[in-house]
C-alpha cells in the first residue's frame, strides 16, 4: 500500500524535542509583540496563555539522495532551521550544490520552502486572534514556549481559496529571530534538487509578482516556486 506523505511523516520518529532551551523573547519576538499587542513581555506571556503541544506531521529530516526534483522517501540529519539568523537565506542556497525542499499544495498549486527554515509540519491549530494585525496574519500561538504568528500564505501570494480548501496544515519556519506558521492545504513530499535546475533570476519569467518568491526549481518539465521565508519574516514585522 502506498503511503500518503502525512502518514510517512507520522511513522518516522524524528525525535525532537519539545523543550525549548532559550525561553527569553529574541529582538524581533519583541518587534513583532509591540508592534501588533503594545505589550511588554509579561504581559504577552499572559496573554499567549499555555504553551500548545502541536500535533505534528513532519519534524526537520531532509531525504536522502533522489533523482533531481524527485520526491524522496527516507530521512537524516540536517542543518537547524535556526542557523544563519543574519545572512539572507537565498544568498546560502545558492551557494549549495544541492538544495533540499519541502513542498505542499495550496488548492491545486503546488510550491516548496528550503528545508533550512523549516522546522516542522503540525495540524492547524486555532491562533489567539490579533485586531490590529493586517487580513495575512490569522494570530499567534504560543508554540513551546516562542511567540508563533500564523501566516495566511494564500493571501500573500494573491491565491483565491476554493471549496475544501480549509488550510489543514501549518508549516513552521525559523528565520531572523522569530518564528512563523505558514498555514497550507496539504503537505506533499521532500525534494533534494540540483543547483542547475534552479532558476534564481525569476523577475523575467513571472513579472513583477514575486514578493514572496524567491526562485523557480524544475520538476518534470514543471516550474515549481520556491517560498521566500525571509521575506514573509519582514513582512510580518513591517506590515
Same mark, same amino acid.
Given at each position: 500500500?502506498?503511503?500518503?506523505?502525512?502518514?510517512?511523516?507520522?511513522?518516522?520518529?524524528?525525535?525532537?524535542?519539545? $523543550?525549548?532551551?532559550?525561553?527569553?523573547?529574541?529582538?524581533?519576538?519583541?518587534?513583532?509583540?509591540? $508592534?501588533?499587542l503594545? &505589550?511588554? /513581555?509579561? =504581559?504577552?506571556?499572559?496573554?499567549?496563555g499555555?504553551?500548545? /503541544?502541536?500535533?505534528?506531521? &513532519?519534524?526537520?529530516?531532509?531525504?536522502?539522495?533522489?533523482?533531481?526534483?524527485?520526491?524522496?522517501?527516507?530521512?537524516?540529519?540536517?542543518?537547524?532551521?535556526?542557523?544563519?539568523?543574519?545572512?539572507?537565506?537565498?544568498?546560502?542556497?545558492?551557494?549549495? /550544490? /544541492?538544495?533540499?525542499?519541502?513542498?505542499?499544495?495550496?488548492?491545486?498549486?503546488?510550491?516548496?520552502?528550503?528545508?533550512?527554515?523549516?522546522?516542522?509540519?503540525?495540524?492547524?491549530? @486555532? !491562533?489567539? $486572534?490579533?485586531?490590529?494585525? !493586517?487580513?495575512?496574519?490569522?494570530g &499567534?500561538?504560543?508554540?513551546?514556549?516562542?511567540v508563533?504568528?500564523?501566516v495566511?500564505?494564500?493571501?500573500?501570494?494573491?491565491?483565491?481559496?476554493?471549496?475544501? =480548501? =480549509?488550510?489543514?496544515f501549518?508549516?513552521?519556519? $525559523?528565520?531572523?529571530?522569530? @518564528?512563523?506558521?505558514?498555514?497550507? =492545504?496539504?503537505?506533499?513530499?521532500?525534494?533534494?534538487?540540483?543547483?542547475?535546475?534552479?532558476?534564481?533570476?525569476?523577475?523575467?519569467?513571472?513579472?513583477?509578482?514575486?514578493?514572496?518568491?524567491?526562485?523557480?526549481?524544475?520538476?518534470n518539465?514543471?516550474?515549481?516556486?520556491?517560498?521566500?521565508?525571509?521575506?514573509?519574516?519582514?513582512?510580518?514585522?513591517?506590515?
Amino acid at each position: 500500500m502506498v503511503k500518503t506523505p502525512e502518514e510517512y511523516f507520522q511513522e518516522q520518529d524524528f525525535g525532537t524535542d519539545s $523543550k525549548v532551551e532559550d525561553r527569553r523573547f529574541t529582538d524581533a519576538e519583541r518587534a513583532f509583540m509591540q $508592534k501588533y499587542l503594545g &505589550m511588554d /513581555e509579561q =504581559d504577552v506571556l499572559q496573554r499567549m496563555g499555555r504553551e500548545q /503541544e502541536p500535533d505534528a506531521v &513532519m519534524t526537520l529530516a531532509p531525504p536522502q539522495s533522489a533523482p533531481a526534483a524527485e520526491p524522496a522517501t527516507q530521512g537524516h540529519d540536517a542543518q537547524p532551521a535556526s542557523g544563519l539568523l543574519h545572512e539572507e537565506l537565498e544568498d546560502q542556497l545558492k551557494t549549495l /550544490e /544541492e538544495v533540499q525542499m519541502v513542498s505542499f499544495y495550496l488548492g491545486e498549486q503546488e510550491f516548496t520552502v528550503p528545508i533550512m527554515a523549516v522546522q516542522e509540519v503540525i495540524r492547524f491549530m @486555532q !491562533p489567539t $486572534k490579533l485586531p490590529a494585525a !493586517p487580513r495575512f496574519i490569522a494570530g &499567534m500561538v504560543n508554540l513551546r514556549g516562542r511567540v508563533t504568528p500564523l501566516v495566511y500564505l494564500r493571501d500573500l501570494l494573491g491565491i483565491v481559496a476554493r471549496e475544501g =480548501d =480549509d488550510g489543514r496544515f501549518i508549516v513552521i519556519c $525559523k528565520r531572523k529571530g522569530l @518564528q512563523v506558521g505558514l498555514i497550507i =492545504d496539504r503537505v506533499h513530499t521532500m525534494y533534494r534538487v540540483p543547483q542547475r535546475t534552479i532558476d534564481w533570476n525569476i523577475e523575467s519569467r513571472l513579472g513583477t509578482s514575486v514578493d514572496f518568491v524567491s526562485g523557480l526549481m524544475n520538476s518534470n518539465e514543471r516550474l515549481v516556486s520556491i517560498i521566500s521565508v525571509d521575506r514573509i519574516v519582514a513582512r510580518v514585522l513591517q506590515s
